[in-house]
């Protein structure tokens, strides 16, 4: 039987800290979140590799070295809200209301969402929640937020999304060169900032991701980056 506790402490020393994780607050919040809970039972003596972790309907869990070098990079503060786009069934989302002031989960799946709250309950995440909306646009309703997480790869960053950043905000995200013609998968990932002052968007790439695609995000006219 797989020692959970170990298996996450593990994760945390042999590979986050070895890649650049340095944050207290991100390696007090990965060695406190039980990832396995958030993997259907099956998989759950895989919660800890060292790789995006399928959990059903064509989704996954992002790797969490990528996940905690882009959470590291966000910068989020103990006032932050938070929109963590393609939450699946909370664990990011259970990380980040470890740092953030609020964060709301955003996924497609009515099943997922349903299952995000249940855990984000059992994880005392009275500062988090989950819920059912179109991914590629955001949730308005809410916003703007500080930071806006990107659960997966993407063509492009629709700018319905920049609106919904405040002033200083950052979006996350592990953004794919297109290859026409190609399948999703197909390109170099790069996990990317984007960070709005005063009204304007700028970029920067932070590293190489290969992370699976999030589904609804192709490049289409008028999308940016």
Known sequence: MTNFAIARRNMVESQLRTNKLTSPALIEAFSAVPREAFVPKPYRGLAYIDEDL??????????????????????????????????????????IARLAASVLGLDENPDFVEEANRLLTDQGADNAAAVDGVMVEGYPQQGPYDVIVLNGTVEAVPPALLAQLNDGGRLLAVIRD????????????????????????????????????????????????
Do not use: N, W
């Not at 503060?77 to 259970?94: F, N, P, R």
């Not at 190609?182 to 002052?197: C, D, M, N, Q």
């Open 178 to 225: 297109t290859v026409p013609g190609a399948s999703p998968e197909a390109g170099i990932g790069h996990a990317t900032i984007l960070t709005k002052t005063d009204g304007v968007v700028s970029h920067r790439v932070l590293f190489d991701a290969a992370t699976p695609p999030l589904p609804g995000f192709a490049r289409e006219p008028g999308f940016a980056f």
């Open 54 to 95: 399928a959990i059903g309907d064509g989704r996954y869990l992002m790797e969490p070295v990528v996940l905690a070098r882009l959470l590291q990079e966000a910068q989020i503060a103990m006032d932050d809200m938070v929109l963590d786009i393609g939450c699946a069934t909370g664990y990011s989302t259970a990380i």
